[in-house]
């Protein structure tokens, strides 16, 4: 039986999904950890383990390498808490085009008894709005949440343009044709009433939004980045506010300096935190480990190449291991010192990251173990 151990509140719908030989939270060596917004950097992962799930499309609480090191795959759910996150970004942009925000506080503050709606018949105005419809939207990324929030707001009148550079396929298949895509992020964000991120979380998009970017913004312009905390440069924000460059920022995520701070709206992480998107992707998660464990599928994963392959013959191997030359000739080389037939070998790289996947005619249960203690003896990771 395989076993699961889970970390934070995971939806029941994903519990649910596993069948009958996996167990949740019983034994101490665990094949699998299932997960969400645990910070893993400085954990010790043990040697049973095998995957990663990430009920979510972050991942930047997970250390890769470290995982990769230790042979263990990495999936998130994409696309599981997207309908979640669109929702709430067209509600904020709703709420800061119509001032929803210090209408409902003044009428909170109204005096005891008093009759809000004739006192606003006089005083109202100052909550004048504007609406969405025929104002231009910039949307930084077009994967699931991006597509999503370009299609909804074409859907509500309004002007879109999205940049991504990286634009898979399935994506482009999702995005409504009157999505106009630029070349640049400046081209993008020239002449947009609002601006929102929805770009993981890398080395390349930390800092994306700085004060180089806001400054090809349109004066008082609306941001928001329900992405992930570093990609917008808050001290930025903060100085492009007093001058008047950005009307409004919203964000999910808090920081010291960005708080009680005019002008802008923090929600608690709150992106994707609805009983349907919690669900979705717990589900999705529970797939992807049982597919993992059963048939070494990588689907999904953010760590490991993306391969699936039917079974070609009685056992299969997964080997996790650097990129460099001659690996795959010492795997295959102690497979043939066992007098195994090899069926199917599929290898595929990503970066410095390889793996391997071997389908063998046959794998006596007697020698099993002892071809999986010589393939650990290679130097799978240097350095």
Same mark, same amino acid.
Request: proline share 4%.
């Given at each position: 039986?395989?076993?699961? +151990?889970?970390?934070?509140? &995971?939806?029941?719908?994903?519990?649910?999904?596993?069948?009958?030989?996996?167990?949740?939270?019983?034994?101490?060596?665990? /094949?699998?950890?299932?997960?969400?917004?645990?910070?893993? =950097?400085?954990?010790?992962?043990?040697?049973?383990?095998?995957?990663?799930?990430?009920?979510?499309?972050?991942?930047?609480?997970?250390?890769?390498?470290?995982?990769?090191?230790?042979?263990?795959?990495?999936?998130?759910?994409?696309?599981?808490?997207?309908?979640?996150?669109?929702?709430?970004?067209?509600?904020?942009?709703?709420?800061?085009?119509?001032?929803?925000?210090?209408?409902?506080?003044?009428?909170? =503050?109204?005096?005891?008894?008093?009759?809000?709606? $004739?006192?606003?018949? +006089?005083?109202?105005?100052?909550?004048?709005?504007?609406?969405?419809?025929?104002? %231009?939207?910039?949307?930084?990324?077009?994967?699931?949440?991006?597509?999503?929030?370009?299609?909804?707001?074409?859907?509500?009148?309004?002007?879109?343009? !999205?940049? /991504?550079?990286? $634009?898979?396929?399935?994506?482009?298949?999702?995005?409504?044709?009157?999505?106009?895509?630029?070349?640049?992020? *400046?081209?993008?964000?020239?002449?947009?009433?609002?601006?929102?991120?929805?770009?993981?979380?890398?080395?390349?998009?930390?800092? #994306?939004?700085?004060?180089?970017?806001?400054?090809?913004?349109?004066?008082?312009?609306?941001?928001?980045?329900?992405?992930? $905390?570093?990609?917008?440069?808050?001290?930025?924000?903060?100085?492009?506010?007093?001058?008047? *460059?950005? %009307?409004?920022?919203?964000?999910?995520?808090?920081?010291? *300096?960005? #708080?009680? %701070?005019?002008?802008?709206?923090?929600?608690?992480?709150? !992106?994707?935190?609805?009983?349907?998107?919690?669900?979705?992707?717990?589900? *999705?998660?529970?797939?992807?480990?049982?597919?993992?464990?059963?048939?070494?599928?990588?689907?999904?994963?953010?760590?490991?190449?993306?391969?699936?392959?039917?079974?070609?013959?009685?056992?299969?191997?997964?080997?996790? =291991?650097?990129? &460099?030359?001659?690996?795959?000739?010492?795997?295959?080389?102690? &497979?043939?010192?066992?007098?195994?037939?090899?069926?199917?070998?599929?290898?595929?790289?990503? !970066?410095?990251?390889?793996?391997?996947?071997? /389908?063998?005619?046959?794998?006596?249960?007697?020698?099993?173990?002892?071809?999986?203690?010589? $393939? %650990? +003896? &290679?130097?799978?990771?240097? !350095?």
């Amino acid at each position: 039986m395989y076993q699961i +151990k889970t970390y934070n509140a &995971i939806a029941a719908a994903g519990l649910a999904a596993f069948t009958a030989d996996y167990g949740i939270n019983r034994g101490q060596e665990p /094949d699998a950890y299932m997960i969400r917004s645990i910070d893993f =950097h400085g954990h010790d992962f043990p040697a049973s383990l095998k995957v990663i799930a990430r009920c979510g499309a972050g991942f930047n609480n997970i250390p890769l390498g470290q995982a990769t090191k230790a042979g263990i795959a990495v999936f998130n759910t994409p696309g599981g808490n997207a309908n979640a996150v669109k929702e709430l970004v067209i509600a904020m942009m709703i709420a800061t085009q119509r001032n929803l925000f210090a209408a409902v506080d003044w009428s909170a =503050h109204a005096p005891a008894g008093a009759d809000v709606t $004739l006192r606003s018949e +006089k005083q109202k105005n100052q909550f004048n709005g504007t609406e969405l419809a025929g104002k %231009k939207l910039a949307v930084l990324g077009l994967g699931h949440i991006g597509s999503l929030v370009a299609n909804a707001a074409v859907d509500l009148g309004m002007l879109v343009t !999205g940049y /991504d550079p990286f $634009l898979s396929v399935e994506s482009a298949w999702q995005l409504s044709p009157q999505v106009q895509q630029a070349q640049t992020l *400046q081209e993008t964000v020239a002449d947009a009433d609002f601006i929102t991120v929805h770009v993981p979380k890398t080395q390349e998009t930390t800092g #994306l939004i700085g004060a180089r970017e806001i400054a090809s913004f349109k004066p008082n312009a609306v941001l928001l980045n329900y992405s992930r $905390l570093g990609i917008v440069d808050n001290q930025a924000v903060l100085q492009a506010l007093d001058s008047g *460059q950005i %009307k409004h920022y919203c964000t999910d995520f808090s920081e010291a *300096q960005i #708080l009680h %701070k005019p002008g802008i709206t923090i929600t608690p992480h709150i !992106g994707g935190s609805t009983k349907e998107g919690e669900a979705n992707c717990a589900r *999705q998660a529970a797939q992807e480990i049982m597919a993992y464990l059963q048939t070494g599928s990588t689907l999904n994963s953010v760590n490991l190449p993306n391969v699936s392959a039917p079974f070609a013959g009685a056992a299969r191997l997964t080997i996790i =291991h650097q990129n &460099i030359p001659n690996m795959l000739g010492q795997i295959t080389s102690v &497979i043939a010192n066992f007098k195994l037939n090899i069926e199917n070998l599929v290898n595929r790289a990503r !970066g410095q990251v390889a793996y391997t996947l071997v /389908d063998l005619a046959a794998l006596p249960a007697e020698q099993s173990q002892a071809v999986i203690a010589a $393939l %650990k +003896k &290679i130097q799978l990771f240097t !350095g």
